[in-house]
């Protein structure tokens, strides 16, 4: 039983609710914390998504008046990740919170949408240096803000000055209860070097991740949400009236509206050129989880505020042509005008005949398709054998067109390609037979060239540095490791920024 509770301070992350009981009860030991706290020991590696919650409400004094949908509701980032989730998948992870996961093999973290997705959140606390010095001025204490844990948020919402990294890791086995205090955070402010477009941009984006913390709006299925942006695309004119979209479009007026830095940063970076880059994958109908972060881009995107998705009541998205068709012309004489252009047409394909008769064709097509795939020349089958490969030749070609596709993408303008087997193929041009173990001389020299995993990060390092230098920023490790478009909080990427810039220096 837990003899009292420190005051929930608003806007608290329950994570440094249990942080500052630690202290005030002066406990050393972990375990023993989380068995008063639970009232039996149980693991706990999120500081976003606490379960157990049911468990910790049951330890409180009897006059106690905290419940568990406040803390659940109030004082996690559970409002904001579930968002965009479906009602049943929503009240899952409300159920798992508060009972626990009990050994079962449900996660939260995969529920979400985390789970094999670009998008990771933070592996770090953070916070403002204002708020900080606020709170102790105030306080005599400060906390951890749900709001500054944002995925993607870069700023205080509040002072509209740059959050700032602590090392106290936000997820992982067994955590430790750290208090917001003078041994992890200070009150000096961060050198702000983006441009005000992108800390508008970012602004804009943390003021409506917020407003989905604050407000408990219904819950939509995915299938809705697809929908509704295809509704909105078509208002734009990106999408046809049935609904299918004009990607080139959406892609180069999406690219327009964000600079490539900040989609970087929000490690959503995006390449028109991949047929399977996020974006085009985001708008199609299928039922991966996608990331509240990217949700919220898009919105942005369109201009839509996330009220107005949510308390929409109808879409439409993409409507079936189910439009019937009256022939104008009679079938006879199409069909006698079709034989005609055939017979004067010896030895003519059906391609060759759709060129000479377009109208024609198009019409006999549409509402007589079963007659005319039967009297119709079908294209001739099988084509004369070739003569066998010189594979000699054929690798001493390939050798050389390796060779120059290696060189290109090695001055190429714009973020690193890491030198692979496919990115050397995709460069050239060519099929997948440039696999071939008969190109001996080829794949020896791709082998020896490909690049592995760190030596590819130290190259996109190295160019990050030298960009920014050229951009005259200020280099620190955590912004080379935002413009490398590494995403946020991974120690081992900042290891190698550290190492880099150090041989550098030298």
């Known amino acids: 039983m837990i003899n009292f509770l420190p005051e929930l301070y608003e806007n608290e992350l329950f994570y440094s609710v249990i942080a500052r009981y630690q202290r005030k009860c002066g406990m050393i030991s972990v375990r023993a914390l989380i068995e008063d706290l639970f009232g039996r020991y149980v693991l706990v590696s999120s500081s976003y998504f606490p379960q157990y919650i049911d468990s910790f409400v049951k330890c409180l004094p009897q006059t106690s008046k905290v419940t568990s949908k406040e803390i659940i509701e109030k004082h996690t980032l559970f409002p904001f990740y579930t968002s965009f989730l479906s009602q049943e998948k929503t009240d899952l992870i409300y159920e798992t919170m508060g009972k626990g996961s009990n050994g079962s093999k449900i996660n939260i973290e995969k529920l979400i949408g985390f789970g094999g997705s670009k998008v990771r959140k933070p592996s770090y606390l953070k916070y403002c240096p204002v708020c900080f010095k606020e709170d102790m001025n105030t306080l005599g204490e400060s906390y951890w803000r749900i709001n ?18 602590s090392p106290v890791l936000s997820t ?54 697809i929908n509704y942006y295809i509704d909105r695309l078509r208002e734009k004119g ?32 995006l390449d028109p050129d991949s047929p399977t880059n996020w974006l085009r994958l985001f708008i199609r109908n299928n039922q991966k989880n996608r990331s509240p ?6 919105l942005q995107f369109l201009g839509v505020n996330a009220d107005k998705l949510f308390q929409e009541q109808r879409v439409i998205g993409k409507k079936s042509n189910s439009d019937k068709y009256n022939p104008s012309f009679d079938i006879g004489q199409r069909r006698e005008s079709w034989l005609r252009l055939i017979a004067e047409n010896p030895g003519a394909n059906r391609s060759q005949l759709k060129d000479k008769g377009k109208g024609l064709h198009t019409w006999i097509c549409r509402y007589d398709w079963e007659w005319y795939d039967n009297v119709t020349p079908k294209a001739q089958l099988g084509k004369e054998k070739t003569g066998t490969i010189d594979w000699k030749k054929r690798d001493e070609e390939c050798l050389r067109l390796a060779t120059g596709a290696v060189e290109k993408l090695l001055i190429k303008q714009g973020k690193p390609i890491r030198i692979t087997t496919e990115s050397i193929r995709k460069e050239i041009g060519i099929g997948k037979w440039i696999r071939n173990p008969k190109l001996i001389r080829t794949n020896q020299y791709i082998q020896e060239v490909s690049e592995d995993i760190d030596s590819f ?10 960009e920014m230098m050229a951009k005259g920023e200020t280099l620190t490790a955590y912004k080379i490791q935002l413009y490398a478009g590494f995403g946020g909080g991974k120690g081992i990427f900042r290891k190698l920024i550290i190492k880099t810039l150090y041989e550098l220096g030298n």
């Not at 299918?244 to 490690?267: A, I, S």
């Open 148 to 165: 500054h844990q944002i995925i993607g948020a870069y700023y205080c919402s509040k002072h509209h000055i740059l959050l700032k990294e």
């Open 172 to 225: 992982g086995s067994g955590l430790e209860f750290i208090c917001a205090d003078e041994q992890v955070c200070n009150e000096n402010i961060v050198a702000d070097d983006y441009s005000d477009t992108i800390k508008q941009l970012n602004l804009q984006y943390i003021h409506t991740a917020e407003s989905l913390l604050n407000k408990n709006l219904p819950r939509k299925e995915l299938n809705y949400i």
């Open 238 to 269: 990106l999408a046809s009236k049935n609904g299918n979209l004009y990607m080139k479009d959406v892609q180069e007026r999406f690219l327009h509206y964000y600079p490539p830095q900040y989609l970087e940063m929000m490690q959503s970076g």
């Open 293 to 298: 972060l990217r949700h919220l881009l898009f």
């Open 457 to 466: 990060r130290i190259r996109k390092i190295k160019w990050a540095i030298k």
